[in-house]
């Protein structure tokens, strides 16, 4: 499991692997996705192995900002995955793992091979462990309607569990993901357990005790998840900023509702959220549970008493566990081991009801006029 401890460090090989040999590699199946800067295909590798998702960076227009992106994600993949993180040059050379990595957390959608062309307009290609499943996004929609897109309370434990510890390794080793949203998020569900993935807008801070830097060249992700610090402060960022997000996540799996900062563009939301807009908290009552959590990780954050205001990873832990005594003395990978399996039997209940709930639809004759 995840833990603010250094993962072993493993060794990358570095050959040469020119870009026209990737189907010589690797079989492409379906399009899983696409968006501004590629797609992403699934694969299997040529000589036989479980599916990989191979993410093709390439945008002829704003090709400076798909480098960009590729060259932040591998950094920060490798990153969490080693002592000798990859700095990407734009030349042939290939780092290939066969398997995941030593030490890759299995909280996190990790790199098992990257490579990327000559030419200026040529792609780099990320190699990444594939998701069977929906992403946090797409699993609302399969709930029945009278669930109104409400994610269980045993499954938003069991997620912010996971996702605060993830949090608190990633930063451990100076990794802000600083694009935290539902849609970045998934279910994998052939190992039954949440995964974060999309490192493209990550930022890198000092490891071990430094939280905050001025080294992240992009405003952040999307702006209804984008804490308040990253409109204040431009390219400063915290540790915390992800803490936010994650705030905004747990927001909308709570109450079924899509969060939308107010503001017609991105000034007018820059402009509200840094004067103190967030979610609505006034229907959830005083002292309840869910209402002191989401104050902690929506507390502003400021400069002047280094983001003090607002939760840390760790303190979201600490708290979730005042909800059993046992967990007092459990490891954390005991406490999630708890709250697992309750999650999971809630949300494939609601999943199922969602799928009967279809079926019922689409077998009942249609109203004729």
């Given at each position: 499991?995840a833990s603010?401890?250094?993962?072993?460090a493993?060794?990358?090989?570095?050959?040469?692997?020119?870009?026209?040999?990737?189907?010589?590699?690797?079989v492409?199946?379906?399009?899983?996705?696409?968006?501004?800067?590629?797609?992403?295909?699934?694969?299997?590798?040529k000589?036989?192995?479980?599916?990989?998702?191979?993410?093709?960076?390439?945008?002829?227009?704003r090709?400076?900002?798909?480098?960009?992106?590729?060259?932040?994600?591998?950094?920060a993949?490798?990153?969490?995955?080693?002592?000798?993180?990859?700095?990407?040059?734009?030349?042939?050379?290939?780092?290939?793992?066969?398997?995941?990595?030593?030490?890759?957390?299995?909280?996190?959608?990790?790199m098992?091979?990257?490579?990327?062309?000559?030419?200026?307009?040529?792609?780099?290609y990320?190699?990444?462990?594939y998701?069977?499943?929906?992403?946090?996004?797409?699993?609302?929609?399969?709930f029945?309607?009278?669930?109104?897109?409400?994610?269980?309370?045993?499954?938003?434990l069991?997620?912010?569990?996971r996702?605060?510890r993830?949090?608190?390794?990633?930063?451990?080793?100076?990794?802000?993901?600083?694009?935290?949203?539902?849609?970045?998020?998934?279910?994998?569900d052939?190992?039954?357990?949440?995964?974060?993935?999309?490192?493209?807008l990550?930022?890198?801070?000092?490891?071990?005790?430094?939280?905050?830097?001025?080294?992240?060249?992009?405003?952040?992700?999307t702006?209804?998840?984008?804490?308040?610090?990253?409109?204040?402060y431009?390219?400063?960022?915290?540790?915390?900023?992800d803490?936010?997000?994650?705030?905004?996540?747990?927001?909308?799996?709570?109450?079924?509702?899509?969060?939308?900062a107010?503001g017609?563009?991105l000034?007018?939301?820059?402009?509200?959220?840094?004067?103190?807009?967030r979610?609505?908290?006034?229907?959830i009552?005083?002292?309840n549970?869910?209402?002191?959590?989401?104050?902690?990780?929506?507390?502003?954050?400021?400069?002047?008493?280094n983001?003090?205001?607002?939760?840390?990873?760790?303190?979201i832990?600490?708290?979730?566990r005042?909800?059993?005594?046992?967990?007092?003395?459990?490891?954390d990978?005991?406490?999630?081991?708890?709250?697992?399996?309750p999650?999971?039997?809630?949300?494939y209940?609601l999943?199922?009801?969602?799928?009967?709930?279809?079926?019922?639809?689409?077998?009942?004759?249609?109203?004729?006029?």
């Amino acid at each position: 499991m995840a833990s603010a401890q250094d993962p072993p460090a493993y060794q990358a090989s570095a050959v040469r692997f020119p870009e026209k040999q990737l189907t010589d590699h690797y079989v492409l199946h379906e399009l899983l996705g696409q968006g501004t800067f590629g797609a992403v295909f699934r694969a299997t590798p040529k000589g036989g192995g479980e599916s990989v998702a191979v993410k093709v960076m390439l945008s002829v227009k704003r090709l400076d900002d798909a480098e960009k992106q590729a060259r932040s994600e591998v950094y920060a993949l490798s990153r969490l995955s080693s002592d000798t993180p990859l700095f990407v040059q734009r030349d042939t050379d290939r780092h290939t793992w066969q398997d995941a990595p030593p030490g890759c957390a299995p909280e996190i959608v990790c790199m098992r091979d990257y490579f990327h062309g000559q030419g200026q307009e040529s792609p780099f290609y990320i190699v990444l462990r594939y998701v069977n499943g929906p992403t946090l996004e797409e699993l609302a929609r399969e709930f029945p309607a009278a669930q109104q897109s409400r994610f269980p309370p045993e499954f938003i434990l069991y997620f912010l569990w996971r996702t605060a510890r993830t949090l608190e390794y990633m930063h451990a080793r100076g990794i802000l993901h600083n694009d935290l949203k539902p849609g970045n998020i998934a279910w994998d569900d052939n190992a039954q357990e949440s995964v974060l993935f999309d490192f493209g807008l990550s930022c890198t801070t000092g490891v071990g005790g430094k939280q905050l830097t001025d080294r992240c060249m992009s405003t952040g992700g999307t702006p209804d998840y984008t804490a308040p610090e990253m409109w204040l402060y431009k390219f400063l960022r915290h540790q915390k900023s992800d803490v936010w997000s994650l705030g905004i996540i747990v927001w909308e799996l709570l109450t079924g509702n899509e969060y939308r900062a107010p503001g017609q563009d991105l000034q007018e939301i820059a402009q509200a959220v840094s004067q103190g807009a967030r979610p609505r908290l006034e229907h959830i009552p005083e002292g309840n549970f869910w209402r002191t959590l989401l104050e902690g990780m929506l507390a502003p954050a400021r400069l002047a008493d280094n983001f003090d205001d607002r939760a840390a990873p760790r303190d979201i832990l600490n708290f979730l566990r005042t909800m059993d005594p046992r967990y007092a003395t459990m490891s954390d990978d005991k406490v999630e081991e708890e709250l697992r399996e309750p999650a999971i039997a809630a949300l494939y209940a609601l999943r199922e009801a969602g799928a009967m709930e279809e079926a019922e639809q689409a077998q009942s004759p249609r109203e004729t006029d």
